[in-house]
């Protein structure tokens, strides 16, 4: 069997099935739902970070983008939900064109023009002279739409996108190429890649998956402000939990997200007055201890990691 | 409506010149991303704020005390946090992830202390010890209301924190080119690896700019409840966002870069919130960004952050 | 054996009693509820949080709260969780009360944003919603019956008193040029949109020479009070937060600007917190709203204003969360719960529903006449405009000014 059938057989399809199942045994679904949402976030930015080096900070404007995409061709086209998602899809695509110049920029400087970004397109939405097209700061509220259960289907097939994705990169000679430009730019550049191109790529994947991930939000909630789409948590968690995981493998980020995710909500349905304090501890325990992430305490021993 | 846009502008700009100045020296000397250091400033405000309320100090006092408090503070933090940080293998990213984290820690421990509703200090009690010193030195007493400068009446608090973010960013270059340290510091600053082969103690320097720049944030947040309204344990972030837009607009490692930085972002805002007030917020990102892409070095900058 | 006997014969007597009567009453009421303790809505979220708490605690103090299903007191539970300020974390928990701790009785947190994630997610599980603070527009249509708003009017009908006062009250003070500074969120934003319009309908002799939002992040007001000045205002009217509104008074002091009108909303929201911020003095003459943190009415339901303000002081001595208009609408979301659970035959939420409502128009707390629109909407609880004034001994008195029914005194205007 080949090493991406594999991957999907044994890593991608159980997580879906799943997630597709919880919900029968488990009657929180809008904890599953975040679980899915931050799934999808946390391997998008793994696109981006693992496999070029790139800390997208400001990852939730493509997320705001997304949103904001659905829901203004349901406000004023009346589209039906499945085609709305086509147009999250692309209000996220086209932030990303616009911002394709700033991975001229390298590290830091990278990731804080992105957080600039991203803020930018908040106050640029939440402007109450664009009330008319995207209600401002009043926000957004769309009838007729509401149906929680389809939008979760949505999302898990959001999911299962942005898996693939990520089992593309580890397989193909693109993901191989993208990892040698992170390595080294100029190698990879003298070894043939057209790196500005590869990364470009990597880039704009990774905007339109956050971009439904926001589309498919904005169906599950129907009532959002500008501040909950583009709050810079989603940023940050999806950031912290593929770290945490371990990036440029299939299995880090989804080990970060379940692992994480989950000690964050425990944390939050058992001792809520101290939720932030121990969070932010565990984070900076996490970058100073286990800055590779979980996977590379599996590595360090030989054993390869899909 | 414009002259006093622009000078309002100018006094705005140079006290964002003391915000941002610890965190370019963080950042041009160590290459880490401080994103705690708005709550730095926090922490420097509240320290002004509890001076004031317990024992009456005037706020123009509690600079130094925040000064030493916060130096003496960041010495510790830097040797706990960063050389670990720097041993890893992407440190510049990874330095994002960890002061978020140690920014929600002081701002969970902060909102503990001292409770989530907006404290400040009376306007006119800034600088009233001065005031009242000078008085009777020279038997003028100098009132405390807004002060005329070129027939605009500004509030004096403006002038103060102007006049304390001049000396501030003299102070900095002073140290950085008047004194050995200072100038073992820009030789880390510039070239970290080769400072390091020269048989420079790399820790020591950055250590110490470590502390004077989370001082100097504290210094930033004595001036806080005057120049931002009131103070709150979550008025960090805010503060941290528009200290990079500075920093990164004026350039790094050079505190006069910093002031430009400051007065371009001052300026540039107040004309903006004059003649399109809703959009005010969204200038000092967009300011950011544009200044990334055409001169990526910053306005005063000769090194190139290109990838 | 005899234990396990007698174990069946409580069986059997229970099963009996329960077929006799319609329900067993439950050993407690669970009621969930969100609070930020960090974050951008911290400050307006604790004391909501903290008046409800009193409420909650003085009730069990007296063994719970009667239901007359149960015809019984029965002790509350509450179900707590901080959701920081982060709408994503705000969803899951909302979430949790209802899925998993199968709460009650289901209560927002405070504040049109962190209220917005709760309406989907109670309208899909058919929860009501009890909505203490969330004035947001959008939460109340024709198709969602699953919410309504305790203890302050939806944002449109806020300003109502003011506009009327300067349109109808103004023409006759001089008030001809009118200059409007808001900041632009869903809260203040709607208000300065709604006085705008009230205004510009009654077709008074007046002008808007100025009308400019501001981002609710906005710290300093020096220019922008300039040049409110330079457009020489006979009145200002500034719709922001607590923190605008000492942000702009503030920096009014301090640049030695006077208004000879102004407005603002927080001073009679936030008193205390205003006071402490902005000084005595920075109030003086300041219009504002008058809300029941300075309004005495007549409870005939609860405590009166001044013992709440004691048992408040007395429970929270600390002083940490300052006591003001939310702490009021926390408490007051408690009382209109106590009401409608003493007539409600079960926990059921469409009866949790069909009492609320029928408080509407009949519940008079402290926080005024509780009154519902058809979707849920407070229109009751109405804030007149007031205006501070010295008082004996330096400290201010907050007037009440328009509507005439209300007033206790003339506007001070032009401010001396």
Same mark, same amino acid.
């Given at each position: 069997?080949?090493?991406?059938?594999?991957?999907?057989?044994?890593?991608?399809?159980?997580?879906?099935?799943?997630?597709?199942?919880?919900?029968?045994?488990?009657?929180?679904?809008?904890?599953?739902?975040?679980?899915?949402?931050?799934?999808?976030?946390?391997?998008?930015?793994?696109?981006?970070?693992?496999?070029?080096?790139?800390?997208?900070?400001?990852?939730?404007?493509?997320?705001?983008?997304?949103?904001?995409?659905f829901s203004l061709l349901i406000l004023?086209l009346h589209a039906p939900p499945l085609a709305a998602m086509?147009g999250a899809?692309?209000?996220?695509?086209?932030?990303?064109?616009?911002?394709?110049?700033?991975?001229?920029?390298?590290?830091?400087?990278?990731?804080?023009?992105?957080?600039?970004?991203?803020?930018?397109?908040?106050?640029?939405?939440?402007?109450?002279?664009?009330?008319?097209?995207?209600?401002?700061?009043?926000?957004v509220s769309m009838t007729g739409v509401f149906n929680p259960r389809l939008a979760?289907?949505m999302?898990?097939?959001?999911?299962?996108?942005?898996?693939?994705?990520?089992?593309?990169?580890?397989?193909?000679?693109?993901?191989?190429?993208?990892?040698?430009?992170?390595?080294?730019?100029?190698?990879?550049?003298?070894?043939?890649?057209?790196?500005?191109?590869?990364?470009?790529?990597?880039?704009?994947?990774?905007?339109?998956?956050?971009?439904?991930?926001?589309g498919v939000f904005a169906w599950y909630v129907t009532v959002f402000?500008?501040?909950?789409?583009?709050?810079?948590?989603?940023?940050?968690?999806?950031?912290?939990?593929?770290?945490?995981?371990?990036?440029?493998?299939?299995?880090?980020?989804?080990?970060?997200?379940?692992?994480?995710?989950?000690?964050?909500?425990?944390?939050?349905?058992?001792?809520?007055?101290?939720?932030?304090?121990?969070?932010?501890?565990?984070?900076?325990?996490?970058?100073?201890?286990?800055?590779?992430?979980?996977?590379?305490?599996?590595?360090?021993?030989?054993?390869?990691?899909? | 409506?414009?002259?006093?846009?622009?000078?309002?502008?100018?006094?705005?700009?140079?006290?964002?010149?003391?915000?941002?100045?610890?965190?370019?020296?963080?950042?041009?000397?160590?290459?880490?991303?401080?994103?705690?250091?708005?709550?730095?400033?926090?922490?420097?405000?509240?320290?002004?704020?509890?001076?004031?309320?317990?024992?009456?100090?005037?706020?123009?006092?509690?600079?130094?005390?925040?000064?030493?408090?916060?130096?003496?503070?960041?010495?510790?933090?830097?040797?706990?946090?960063?050389?670990?940080?720097?041993?890893?293998?992407?440190?510049?990213?990874?330095?994002?992830?960890?002061?978020?984290?140690?920014?929600?820690?002081?701002?969970?421990?902060?909102?503990?202390?001292?409770?989530?509703?907006?404290?400040?200090?009376?306007?006119?009690?800034?600088?009233?010890?001065?005031?009242?010193?000078?008085?009777?030195?020279?038997?003028?007493?100098?009132?405390?209301?807004?002060?005329?400068?070129?027939?605009?009446?500004?509030?004096?608090?403006?002038?103060?924190?102007?006049?304390?973010?001049?000396?501030?960013?003299?102070?900095?270059?002073?140290?950085?080119?008047?004194?050995?340290?200072?100038?073992?510091?820009?030789?880390?600053?510039?070239?970290?690896?080769?400072?390091?082969?020269?048989?420079?103690?790399?820790?020591?320097?950055?250590?110490?700019?470590?502390?004077?720049?989370?001082?100097?944030?504290?210094?930033?947040?004595?001036?806080?409840?005057?120049?931002?309204?009131?103070?709150?344990?979550?008025?960090?972030?805010?503060?941290?966002?528009?200290?990079?837009?500075?920093?990164?607009?004026?350039?790094?490692?050079?505190?006069?870069?910093?002031?430009?930085?400051?007065?371009?972002?001052?300026?540039?805002?107040?004309?903006?919130?004059?003649?399109?007030?809703?959009?005010?917020?969204?200038?000092?990102?967009?300011?950011?960004?544009?200044?990334?892409?055409?001169?990526?070095?910053?306005?005063?900058?000769?090194?190139?952050?290109?990838? | 054996?005899?234990?396990?006997?007698?174990?069946?014969?409580?069986?059997?007597?229970?099963?009996?009693?329960?077929?006799?009567?319609?329900?067993?009453?439950?050993?407690?009421?669970?009621?969930?509820?969100?609070?930020?303790?960090?974050?951008?809505?911290?400050?307006?979220?604790?004391?909501?949080?903290?008046?409800?708490?009193?409420?909650?605690?003085?009730?069990?103090?007296?063994?719970?709260?009667? !239901?007359?299903?149960?015809?019984? +007191?029965?002790? =509350? /539970?509450? #179900?707590?969780?901080?959701?920081?300020? $982060?709408?994503? &974390?705000?969803?899951?928990?909302?979430?949790?009360?209802?899925?998993?701790?199968?709460?009650?009785?289901?209560?927002?947190?405070?504040?049109?944003?962190?209220?917005?994630?709760?309406?989907p997610?109670?309208?899909?599980?058919?929860?009501?919603?009890?909505?203490?603070?969330?004035?947001?527009?959008?939460?109340?249509?024709?198709d969602?019956?699953?919410?309504?708003?305790?203890?302050?009017?939806?944002?449109?009908?806020?300003?109502?008193?003011?506009?009327?006062? !300067?349109?109808?009250?103004?023409? +006759?003070?001089? =008030? /001809?040029? #009118?200059?409007?500074?808001?900041?632009? $969120?869903?809260? &203040?934003?709607?208000?300065?949109?709604?006085?705008?319009?009230?205004?510009?309908?009654?077709?008074?002799?007046?002008?808007?020479?100025?009308?400019?939002?501001?981002?609710?992040?906005?710290?300093?007001?020096?220019?922008?009070?300039?040049?409110?000045?330079?457009?020489?205002?006979?009145?200002?009217?500034?719709?922001?937060?607590?923190?605008?509104?000492?942000?702009?008074?503030?920096?009014?002091?301090?640049?030695?600007?006077?208004?000879?009108?102004?407005?603002?909303?927080?001073?009679?929201?936030?008193?205390?917190?205003?006071?402490?911020?902005?000084?005595?003095?920075?109030?003086?003459?300041?219009?504002?709203?008058?809300?029941?943190?300075?309004?005495?009415?007549?409870?005939?339901?609860?405590?009166?204003?001044?013992?709440?303000?004691?048992?408040?002081?007395?429970?929270?001595?600390?002083?940490?969360?300052?006591?003001?208009?939310?702490?009021?609408?926390?408490?007051?979301?408690?009382?209109?719960?106590?009401?409608?659970?003493?007539?409600?035959?079960?926990?059921?939420?469409?009866?949790?529903?069909?009492?609320?409502?029928?408080?509407?128009?009949?519940?008079?707390?402290?926080?005024?006449?509780?009154?519902?629109?058809?979707?849920?909407?407070?229109?009751?609880?109405?804030?007149?405009?007031?205006?501070?004034?010295?008082?004996?001994?330096?400290?201010?008195?907050?007037?009440?000014?328009?509507?005439?029914?209300?007033?206790?005194?003339?506007?001070?205007?032009?401010?001396?």
């Open positions: 069997m080949p090493r991406y059938a594999k991957h999907i057989l044994f890593i991608v399809a159980p997580l879906v099935a799943a997630f597709a199942i919880l919900p029968f045994a488990y009657n929180n679904q809008l904890l599953l739902f975040n679980f899915v949402l931050f799934l999808t976030l946390a391997q998008g930015v793994n696109v981006i970070y693992g496999f070029t080096g790139y800390l997208p900070f400001g990852y939730v404007g493509f997320f705001g983008a997304g949103a904001y995409g004023h086509g899809a692309v209000a996220a695509l086209a932030i990303a064109l616009l911002l394709t110049p700033l991975l001229r920029l390298s590290g830091a400087y990278f990731s804080i023009a992105n957080l600039a970004a991203a803020l930018a397109l908040m106050q640029f939405i939440s402007n109450p002279n664009l009330e008319a097209i995207t209600r401002g700061p009043y926000g979760y289907t999302a898990l097939i959001v999911m299962a996108g942005a898996m693939l994705v990520a089992v593309w990169l580890r397989n193909s000679r693109f993901g191989l190429a993208l990892q040698a430009v992170r390595e080294d730019p100029v190698s990879a550049a003298q070894a043939g890649v057209d790196v500005p191109r590869a990364r470009a790529y990597a880039w704009l994947i990774s905007a339109v998956i956050a971009g439904l991930a926001g402000y500008p501040e909950n789409v583009f709050s810079s948590d989603y940023s940050i968690f999806a950031v912290v939990f593929a770290l945490f995981g371990g990036v440029s493998t299939i299995l880090g980020p989804i080990v970060g997200v379940l692992i994480l995710y989950g000690v964050y909500n425990f944390i939050g349905f058992s001792t809520p007055q101290y939720f932030q304090l121990i969070y932010g501890a565990l984070i900076m325990a996490l970058v100073l201890f286990l800055p590779q992430g979980l996977i590379s305490l599996v590595k360090r021993r030989g054993i390869d990691v899909p | 409506m414009l002259t006093y846009s622009l000078l309002a502008g100018l006094l705005f700009g140079l006290y964002f010149s003391l915000v941002g100045l610890g965190l370019n020296l963080v950042f041009g000397v160590m290459r880490i991303v401080n994103l705690a250091h708005g709550d730095f400033l926090m922490l420097g405000a509240y320290c002004a704020f509890w001076l004031y309320t317990l024992f009456g100090v005037d706020p123009v006092f509690a600079i130094p005390v925040a000064f030493v408090l916060f130096g003496l503070v960041g010495l510790p933090l830097y040797y706990l946090l960063v050389p670990r940080l720097l041993a890893a293998r992407d440190p510049e990213m990874l330095s994002i992830i960890l002061f978020f984290g140690l920014s929600q820690v002081i701002e969970a421990l902060a909102t503990i202390a001292f409770g989530t509703s907006e404290q400040s200090i009376p306007g006119g009690d800034l600088g009233r010890a001065l005031r009242e010193g000078w008085g009777r030195l020279t038997g003028h007493e100098i009132e405390s209301g807004p002060v005329e400068i070129f027939g605009q009446s500004f509030p004096s608090a403006w002038i103060i924190s102007g006049v304390a973010s001049l000396i501030a960013v003299a102070l900095v270059y002073l140290y950085l080119y008047r004194t050995r340290t200072g100038y073992l510091t820009r030789a880390v600053m510039s070239r970290r690896d080769e400072a390091l082969a020269t048989g420079i103690d790399v820790n020591r320097v950055s250590a110490i700019a470590f502390g004077i720049g989370i001082a100097l944030a504290a210094v930033g947040g004595v001036f806080a409840p005057f120049m931002l309204g009131s103070i709150t344990p979550a008025m960090g972030v805010d503060s941290t966002v528009v200290s990079f837009a500075v920093i990164v607009m004026g350039s790094l490692g050079n505190p006069l870069g910093t002031v430009l930085g400051g007065l371009v972002y001052g300026v540039s805002y107040m004309l903006v919130q004059s003649y399109l007030s809703s959009w005010a917020n969204l200038l000092p990102y967009l300011l950011l960004i544009a200044i990334l892409l055409v001169r990526p070095s910053g306005l005063l900058g000769k090194r190139v952050r290109l990838a | 054996m005899k234990r396990s006997v007698l174990a069946l014969a409580t069986l059997a007597s229970t099963a009996l009693a329960t077929s006799v009567f319609a329900a067993e009453a439950p050993a407690e009421i669970k009621i969930g509820h969100l609070y930020a303790s960090a974050g951008r809505f911290a400050s307006i979220s604790m004391p909501v949080d903290y008046g409800f708490k009193l409420w909650a605690d003085q009730k069990n103090a007296e063994g719970g709260v009667f !239901v007359k299903g149960f015809n019984k +007191k029965i002790p =509350i /539970k509450l #179900v707590e969780y901080d959701d920081q300020s $982060n709408t994503a &974390t705000a969803q899951t928990l909302y979430n949790q009360l209802i899925t998993q701790d199968k709460v009650d009785v289901l209560i927002a947190d405070s504040g049109s944003v962190l209220t917005s994630v709760a309406v997610i109670a309208r899909d599980n058919k929860m009501f919603l009890i909505d203490p603070t969330g004035t947001g527009a959008a939460f109340f249509s024709k969602n019956p699953w919410i309504a708003l305790m203890a302050d009017p939806v944002s449109t009908i806020w300003p109502k008193p003011v506009a009327d006062w !300067v349109s109808q009250e103004g023409p +006759k003070l001089g =008030i /001809k040029k #009118v200059a409007i500074l808001y900041a632009t $969120n869903e809260f &203040t934003g709607t208000q300065a949109n709604a006085a705008r319009k009230f205004i510009k309908d009654s077709g008074a002799p007046i002008d808007i020479v100025f009308d400019q939002g501001v981002p609710t992040e906005t710290t300093n007001y020096t220019v922008l009070i300039n040049n409110i000045k330079a457009s020489n205002p006979d009145m200002v009217l500034h719709f922001g937060y607590a923190a605008n509104d000492i942000a702009f008074l503030r920096n009014m002091a301090d640049a030695g600007v006077k208004f000879k009108g102004l407005f603002c909303i927080y001073p009679g929201i936030e008193t205390e917190l205003l006071e402490k911020n902005v000084g005595d003095k920075g109030l003086q003459y300041v219009m504002t709203y008058v809300t029941s943190a300075a309004l005495q009415y007549k409870p005939e339901f609860g405590m009166s204003l001044p013992e709440f303000r004691d048992a408040w002081k007395k429970k929270f001595p600390d002083n940490k969360v300052e006591f003001g208009f939310n702490s009021i609408a926390g408490y007051t979301t408690g009382l209109v719960l106590e009401k409608a659970l003493g007539e409600m035959a079960s926990l059921d939420q469409t009866e949790l529903r069909r009492a609320v409502f029928a408080q509407s128009g009949k519940l008079k707390t402290l926080d005024g006449t509780f009154a519902l629109d058809e979707l849920g909407g407070q229109i009751g609880e109405l804030t007149p405009l007031g205006q501070f004034v010295p008082g004996e001994g330096g400290h201010l008195k907050l007037n009440a000014l328009y509507p005439p029914d209300s007033a206790t005194a003339k506007a001070v205007y032009p401010r001396p």
